[in-house]
Structure formats: structure tokens, C-alpha cells
């Protein structure tokens, strides 16, 4: 049950192995996401003209995107750490989504906007490539918008649902004004998000 402590969730043996599965599928799928953005980053693609680029920047939105998704994030993981069943659906749904984003990459190759501002995340730079160069070719979907999302679709209370789409449509406009995303790779962001929350099992409502 979502409800269960702790103490609760550590003295039933199944959901210990749960938590051994899941951290050791998240561990390789991180490792092999790491392994494909460097080879992302050097893989030519597409190139279109996104209309709304055309309307407005490039702006530099690093620092507002910065504070409002690691905010957010540190945010979720307080909150979620209360009740370690919904902890370890988001960890899977993450891991769920990570594989999502994998093969739309893979799919549907696509090369920077021309106008776009690089947007320096030294944590996640460090994390996927090991180096600190910013990723550029990363596009389809925007990582930062879907997580948020998903955060969203995993988390029971409606307060902190409504929060976390909010903060996912700040944060999708600000991607978009810098240039680092085209507004396709915000537009689906949300979709992939709920489809990684469902096939996981970790929808929850109010």
C-alpha cells in the first residue's frame, strides 16, 4: 500500500527484492544512457525551422530553469521519500522513462536549432556524459519538461499534482525561449511522461 512506513515496507521481504530489481535496472539504464548521449552528441540529424522560434529569442533562461527544476525535484524527493512504495514507482517510472527518450533519440535524430543558447547543467553533463560540455543533441523530448511531468502523474495529492504541471509548463516556455528544445520535444514531453508513469503502474490519484 502507498501508505506503508518504512518499517512497514522493509519487513516484507518481496518488496526488498522489488527494491534490489529496481535499483539495479535504474543503474544499467543509466549506464546505457550514458553510453548513448556520447554517441548522440557526435551523430548528425534534422534541422527545422520551429515557428515559434521565429516569434521570439533566443533568451537565456539557464539560471530560472536551473533553480526551478532542481527546486522541484528536491521538492519531490522530500515528499516522496515518506512513503517508500510511491518513492520506488517514481524511481521505475524514471527508469521507464529513460527508455522512452532512448529510442524516440534514436528514432527521430534531429540537430540543435541554429539559434539555440546551449544550456549548461553541469550535474546532468557529468552524470550522462561524464564531462562538462553541454549536450545540444539530446532533443526528442525535452527531459527537463517530462520529469517534471512525471513527477506529477506519480504523486497522490492534487495540490502537489497541480505544482508540478505548473512548474513543468514554466520550465517547457523556458526551454523553449532559449532555444534549447523545438516545441515538438515540449509538446510530447507530457505524452512520453504518462506512458513511462502507466507501463511502470505508478499513476496515482487524489
Known amino acids: 500500500m502507498a501508505t506503508q512506513t518504512w518499517k512497514q515496507f522493509l519487513q ?28 548522440v552528441e557526435i551523430r548528425t540529424g534534422v534541422r527545422f525551422v520551429d515557428p515559434m522560434h521565429s516569434v521570439i529569442g533566443p533568451i537565456d533562461m539557464t539560471w530560472p530553469i536551473f533553480i526551478l527544476l532542481y527546486g522541484a525535484l528536491v ?50 553533463q557529468l552524470l550522462t556524459t561524464g564531462n562538462t560540455a553541454p549536450l545540444t543533441r539530446d532533443l526528442f523530448f525535452s ?17 502537489l499534482k497541480i505544482i508540478f504541471f505548473l512548474l513543468a509548463a514554466l520550465v517547457g516556455v523556458a526551454v523553449i525561449l532559449q532555444h534549447v528544445h523545438y516545441s515538438v520535444d515540449v509538446v510530447i514531453a507530457p505524452l512520453a511522461a504518462w506512458a513511462a508513469v502507466s507501463m511502470a503502474g505508478a499513476a496515482e490519484t487524489s
Open 12 to 39: 516484507d521481504k518481496r518488496s526488498i527484492t522489488l527494491v534490489v530489481i529496481t535499483l539495479a535496472t535504474l543503474f544499467i539504464t543509466l549506464f546505457s544512457y550514458m553510453r548513448f548521449l556520447s554517441a
Open 75 to 124: 521538492m519531490a524527493i522530500v515528499t516522496m521519500c515518506r512513503t517508500p512504495v510511491i518513492l520506488f514507482k517514481a524511481v521505475r517510472a524514471y527508469t521507464m522513462l529513460i527508455g522512452i527518450r532512448i529510442i524516440c533519440m534514436w528514432l527521430l535524430p534531429l540537430d540543435p536549432p541554429a539559434t539555440m543558447i546551449a544550456l549548461q547543467d553541469p550535474l546532468v
Open 143 to 159: 527531459g527537463h519538461t517530462s520529469i517534471l511531468c512525471l513527477v506529477g502523474f506519480v504523486l497522490p495529492q492534487r495540490t
